[in-house]
């Protein structure tokens, strides 16, 4: 496609005509399309169906004997769940806790302990002053990023600080100049793997920078939610440094809170919340978790284990995952540049893993884009909810979820949504050619 912006007007308003009369004949259709929320589709859950059997009748007892239906053991979780899921997290299974279904849970608790208690610290082994009793705390939230990250900031009365991506993590020369002058930074929120919405993938050189950076808070944490560590849509599988291990090697071994799920792995509303850390961070974790909880469903974990039984089993099952996948994210790719590539409008991201497409649009039009998608029948995520406080700053950025509908209704979307795109872009164009002719007329 010749690039929009070299058209003269009349040849734009040709185009236009012609989108126009495309947007029309899909809006009349009257689909009902859904790209809102990254969640498997049933073919994906059925793929761990076998846990609705297991343990099995009579098998609830730990490899150590425990009853798995009493209370017992340690509240970290089941010695052979912590073992199968060290690997996923980068740690040594004396660094894992298992919890229960939501590492987002996890996360907010987290925060919750820390504005309450205080993190561990050099000289505080036990808790540093916690961090809701002086002045208001602030995050630093790489974006686009993961909404639900933000929401947990703003339902805490966290300050939000946005921070631009580079393609293999986030603005390190930003980030380290603000966490260096600012004492009131007390973390940042990192997808290191796959990131949501934009498939980042940390750089070896990001993530030693993150661990060694100088702080002006010394409680400072990375929350690393490495929510995509095994949800891989190639035949390679991308692998991270161990943030831990990094953080180890300059010195900060209490600086990262990593946290992880089987909600993409196994059943998105029954499987297990993952949390590593140093075993500072741990035991300060358990102690205030243990008077929420006496501790978490044992016999999930069990199934669980039962079910993936090792890394090579969590890899053989993230491939059927793949395969289910990748043709919808394919389909979406495919159907842009069919429709979009060369216009000049339009960019969008091709991830190597992970749940989402990172759309961007011309600046200033994406709530346009969005509402031009919703007449025709696609629903979308609000344009603005990958930056902190829903403010896109720049109105240009799109998060779609291909993962849920069948993939004929996948590429359906996307064409919807790239018509959208032109019709947005081509009004824009219009509008700016008619203020230039105006202006040379005045």
Known sequence: MTPLGTLSRDELVAFRRRIEEQYGAFRARGLHLDLTRGKPAPEQLDLSNPLLELPGWGNYRAADGSDCRNYFGDPAGLPEARVLFAPLLGATPDQVLIGDNSSLALMHDA????????????????????????????????????????????????????????????????????????????????????????????????????????VAARDFRLFWDNAYAVHHLTETRHEIDSVLEACVRAGQPDRALVFAST?????????????????????????????????????????????????????????????????????????????????????????????????????????????????????????????????DPHDRNLRLAPSFPPAGEVARAAEGVALAVLMAATEALLRTNDLDAAAEVA
């Not at 990250?149 to 380290?176: K, N, S």
């Not at 960019?347 to 007449?375: H, M, N, T």
């Open 263 to 391: 909600s993409k792995i196994t059943f998105a509303g029954a499987g297990l919340a993952l949390m590593a850390a140093s075993r500072a961070n741990l035991a300060w974790f358990l102690r205030h978790a243990g008077r929420r909880s006496i501790g978490p469903d044992k016999l999930n974990q069990l199934r669980h284990v039962r079910l993936l039984q090792d890394t090579a089993g969590i890899a053989a099952l993230m491939d059927r995952h793949r395969r289910l996948l990748a043709p919808k994210f394919r389909a979406v790719d495919e159907t842009f540049t069919r429709l979009l590539g060369g216009a000049g409008i339009a960019s969008w991201s091709k991830p190597a893993g992970g749940y989402f497409v990172s759309l961007d649009v011309e600046i200033g039009s994406a709530q346009r884009v969005a509402a031009l998608a919703a007449a025709a029948g696609i629903a979308l995520v609000p344009a603005g909810r990958t930056f902190p406080y829903g403010k």
């Open 111 to 214: 925060i919750a302990y820390a504005l309450l208690h205080g993190v561990p610290t050099p000289d505080k082994p036990g808790g540093a002053a916690p961090w809701g009793g002086g002045e208001p705390i602030a995050f630093l939230c790489p974006s686009p990023g993961y909404d639900r990250h933000f929401a947990l900031c703003e339902g805490f009365g966290i300050r939000m600080i946005p921070i631009a991506l580079t393609g293999e993590g986030p603005d390190l020369a930003a980030v380290e100049r603000q966490v260096a002058a600012d004492p009131a930074i007390k973390g940042i929120w990192c997808v290191p793997k796959y990131s949501n919405p934009t498939g980042e993938i940390y750089a070896p050189a990001t993530i030693a920078r993150l661990a060694a950076m100088k």
